[in-house]
């Protein structure tokens, strides 16, 4: 066990709206399970997170519903902490950024920055709305995309097709506040010089080969494509304001929604400890007087890793060089980013209510069963898919057909056969030391799995114990053995009743719930650890995790009264949940009154008439798709060679999360060859490559035999 202070962290929620599966299968469970283990351990650790409480989508959505920003995030923010105590997950603190630590502590990190000189001021022109007299975040502009020609994308992104954009890139664009058109007008930001702070960075990420390789892949693709200065300020009325006491004009500008959430790790580490221990957060986030260097951990989805593994670590580098004599901030020791979960084969769309909200699925499932779902297939290497089916099978078929009933087991034929106490073992089989030596090994094992970020197979090797049980069980029979081998009954009982307390430990992590039932069934109150400094379980047992490698239970120790440790999931549950999303998908996505006669089978309407003429004008021709790769500095877009015959083009498309690239390389599609070529992201777009979506959202490469060059009529 390392000595230095670990501090855990999960991506801030976002106030905005509810917590779903997808957000609990990223960032939430899998950081539990890790901080479970190690607090079992007796590590010093802490976990913080807290609501992400600023930025643009915010106030546009209090200005939708006519409110204030302030009641949006009050209202969410009690929501998420609510929806995370019912799962289980066991923050040290939840904190939330409106919260004036948090503004002090971003507030003084800029000014930290900005008086070493580390911003770069730059005036440029912005759009402004010249009815709202405010100048435009990307959340408030919209326009037609130009990747996929949608007519309602975000300045910031197209939520149609997912590209990742900027209000430059929209046709068209217009104010979401009057619906004016913007005006371009100068204004004066801070901008972090990420050029400047790159050879910093990339020696430190050279030091992290054991980091996953899609967050090695996508750190690498921004550093080839090389970092530029990124604005760290904002033109809003909602957010952190720039400190008014630096020089420049500092009215109506915020600090960057992303230059102050992952501050909100740092400020909520301060809130956890602010009555007991004011200055306790510096152990966690600064190197000490002696050298130790406290261990950071970020739990987070993809979409998250260019802010954790880049802007906020050049942040705290900048926040370094401006005061070299003063105690320095951490870097991340590991960002074990996840894949995106699915729901029953379709992506996750909260807009087409397409999602098992979290608060939802608690009232209708132990959170032990839902956390057991989710982490024995958790998104880890690749994207995922949770289906209610899947979810039934594992629970019944592992967490109660193996887990429970070898517990079960062991316990009933204990208070069966040896009137409800731990018999003793003499002369131990090689059945009973082999099951032994499993009880002995499985801590290590399993913990070397936690470490490594390898929760799945934490949470296998754990009910693989309880699969050995079972097979020991079988082999050695002692409902048969009790009448012709009473010696041998009663260690088939003892090794049984070791394993099953062993298990009462090592579950701890996934299933905390079932992990207490079962202790109390054990009766382990009583039964002290044998560490140096025994870990409270938070349970009222003072166990720690290495305890779980040695025979737990004395001889004649009293068990408590065994029962059904999982009750299983009904298929008419299961049911009822489906036919939840399927009537709360249709809702969302149903067609207006107008089209729905015309339509069957929820297909999309039509879109509105054309002429020939209008169609005329397009050049459709055959191509082939040489290379594909992604676009370094657009999370949603893949960047591809497409040979025409005469030429070869490179053209952008927003299809990052539906396709790998190399499963489009050599195929042949139809392009849009004399689209006026468009610069998304600094790199330029010649032409579309042609893709069909079906009614639940997957995206078809739409295809031909047709020779390279071809025209598509």
């Not at 015309?598 to 509105?608: C, F, I, S, V």
Request: proline content about 6%.
């Amino acid at each position: 066990m390392s000595d230095r202070p670990l501090l855990v962290t999960s991506a801030l929620p976002y106030a905005n709206g509810p917590l779903h599966l997808g957000h609990l299968a990223g960032a939430y469970l899998p950081a539990d399970l890790f901080v479970r283990y190690q607090r079992l351990t007796g590590r010093d650790v802490v976990y913080v997170c807290g609501s992400d409480e600023h930025g643009a989508a915010i106030a546009i959505r209090a200005r939708q519903e006519g409110t204030t920003p302030q009641a949006i995030v009050d209202r969410y923010h009690a929501e998420i902490e609510a929806a995370f105590e019912s799962f289980g997950i066991s923050f040290d603190v939840y904190s939330r950024t409106s919260k004036p630590i948090h503004h002090e502590t971003s507030q003084d990190l800029f000014r930290s920055i900005e008086a070493a000189g580390g911003f770069v001021k730059k005036t440029s022109t912005q759009l402004f709305d010249p009815e709202a007299g405010l100048f435009l975040a990307d959340r408030f502009v919209k326009g037609t995309c130009p990747i996929c020609g949608y007519d309602s994308a975000y300045g910031d992104q197209c939520e149609n097709c997912g590209s990742s954009l900027s209000p430059d890139d929209l046709i068209e664009p217009s104010s979401t506040l009057s619906g004016a058109t913007p005006e371009r007008r100068k204004t004066t930001h801070w901008y972090l010089p990420l050029g400047d702070l790159q050879p910093d960075l990339e020696a430190w990420i050279e030091t992290k080969n054991d980091w996953k390789p899609n967050v090695l892949g996508q750190i690498g693709s921004w550093f080839q494509s090389g970092l530029s200065d990124r604005a760290m300020t904002r033109d809003l009325d909602w957010g952190i304001p720039v400190p008014s006491d630096i020089e420049g004009e500092t009215d109506g500008k915020v600090l960057y929604v992303w230059f102050d959430a992952p501050i909100g790790y740092v400020s909520a580490t301060k809130d956890w400890c602010a009555d007991s221990n004011p200055e306790l957060w510096r152990r966690y986030w600064q190197v000490h007087d002696d050298g130790t260097v406290p261990e950071l951990v970020h739990f987070i989805g993809k979409d998250n890793i260019v802010f954790h593994c880049l802007i906020f670590p050049a942040t705290l580098m900048a926040a370094n060089r401006a005061q070299p004599d003063l105690p320095q901030w951490v870097l991340p020791e590991n960002v074990p980013a996840n894949e995106f979960l699915n729901l029953e084969g379709r992506k996750l769309s909260t807009s087409r209510g397409w999602a098992v909200w979290a608060d939802e699925a608690v009232r209708s499932f132990d959170p032990d069963l839902l956390r057991y779902g989710l982490a024995v297939g958790l998104p880890e290497t690749k994207d995922a898919d949770f289906t209610w089916a899947d979810f039934q099978n594992r629970v019944n078929g592992e967490l109660a057909d193996v887990v429970g009933n070898f517990c079960n087991r062991a316990l009933t034929f204990a208070t069966r056969f040896c009137d409800g106490q731990v018999p003793a073992l003499e002369d131990a089989s090689d059945q009973d030391r082999a099951l032994l030596g499993a009880i002995a090994a499985a801590p290590a094992e399993i913990g070397a799995a936690y470490r490594e970020y390898r929760m799945r197979d934490a949470v296998a090797r754990t009910v693989q114990l309880a699969r050995l049980g079972n097979q020991y069980l079988q082999e050695t029979q002692p409902w048969k053995t009790r009448k012709s081998d009473e010696r041998a009954m009663r260690n088939s009982v003892h090794v049984a009743l070791q394993a099953t307390a062993s298990l009462s430990i090592l579950l701890e992590p996934i299933v905390p719930g079932i992990a207490a039932r079962l202790r109390e069934m054990l009766a382990l109150e009583d039964v002290r650890s044998s560490l140096p400094a025994p870990v409270n379980t938070g349970t009222g047992v003072h166990l720690g995790w290495d305890d779980a490698a040695r025979p737990l239970l004395p001889v004649g120790h009293r068990l408590g009264e065994p029962g059904i440790l999982v009750a299983k999931v009904e298929d008419e549950a299961v049911e009822a949940e489906r036919e939840r999303l399927t009537s709360r998908s249709a809702d969302s996505e149903a067609p207006t009154e107008s089209a729905a006669s015309d339509l069957e089978d929820d297909y999309p309407p039509l879109g509105d008439e054309i002429v020939f003429d209008q169609f005329t004008p397009l050049d459709l021709r055959v191509g082939r798709i040489v290379k594909a790769d992604l676009h370094p500095k657009a999370d949603k877009l893949l960047r591809f060679d497409v040979d025409l015959g005469f030429e070869t083009r490179q053209i952008l498309s927003g299809v990052r999360e539906h396709f790998a690239p190399d499963d489009l390389e050599g195929r042949k599609v139809v392009v849009v060859a004399n689209l006026k070529p468009r610069t998304i992201r600094g790199l330029e777009s010649s032409g579309m490559i042609l893709f069909a979506e079906d009614r639940e959202g997957r995206l078809i490469l739409v295809e031909t035999d047709a020779e390279v060059g071809a025209i598509v009529k």
